[in-house]
């Protein structure tokens, strides 16, 4: 029976002699050993490494490969795969969701000179958002482990500013951050509820592009072109803006945040 040191087995694999090793103390595989110590794969071995090499990609643990590999009953080994299956399936609902939201920030970005400043009426999207700051202070309160599943799915979940309505019409220094998501990337994603989150449903709106240059902070006074757009053209704003970050890049030697923001309206 044709025997292969750890070296050539390594190459007819793929992975490295220090993952044969680490299979090794794991008692995944037992090579043979010479009278000096050196390890040898025969076919058998080999076969037993594609299988664990195959299971690993399907996303299995080292201790579930064990039990595949070596005692598992038919039963639970149908029940393991159904659950390698169902993990496939939530990937796939991740990268479908994570390229569709890649897709939008660059494509914002791609039109960013163009929509700089420009206003348009159009029908925002549904959203969930919650505030995590008010102006310079953190709410401590809200942090859980919801919050956390929030975060790990970024950027499907966004960040968000919002401007109060009063300060839009006083033209005032304030502003909140959060996170926001869409419904249906949320229902796909199943994104846990948080607590004082707010939904906003999808409504006639005004879209701009906004931005802050190098110290300076975004705030409801960056809206005051929105505001007079609802003046001019016989429109009222009807409850509190929103926005998703699209990003930063440096200008002249400062750094400038832009920001889509929508201003929900109604007829005055």
Known sequence: MSKYNISKTSRFLGISSELLR????????EPERSENGYRFFDYRQIDKLQGIRRFRNMGFSLAEIDRLIDTAEYDEVGTLLQQAL???????????????A???LTEEWTRLPDHLGRLEEVLSPEIVRV????????????VSDELMAW???????????????????????DIRF???????????????????????????CITTVVFSRGQEHISCRHLRGAAAYCEEHGLTISGDAWGMTIGNCR??????????????????
Request: aromatic content about 8%; charged content about 30%; hydrophobic content about 30%.
């Open 22 to 29: 680490h299979y090794e103390r794991l008692g995944l595989i």
């Open 86 to 100: 169902e993990r496939s399936r939530n990937e796939i609902r991740w990268l479908t969701e994570l390229e569709r």
């Open 102 to 104: 890649n897709r939008m």
């Open 131 to 142: 505030d995590t700051r008010y102006n310079s202070q953190m709410n401590e309160a809200i």
């Open 151 to 173: 975060l790990e799915r970024t950027p499907v979940v966004f960040i968000s500013p919002a401007f109060p309505r009063e300060g839009i019409l006083a033209g005032s220094e």
């Open 178 to 204: 959060g996170y926001g998501v869409e419904i249906d990337a949320r229902r796909q994603l199943q994104i846990p509820p948080v607590e004082g989150e707010r939904h906003i449903p999808a409504q006639r």
């Open 251 to 268: 200008d002249h030697g400062e750094t400038c945040r832009y920001h889509r923001v929508f201003v929900p309206v109604e007829p005055a």
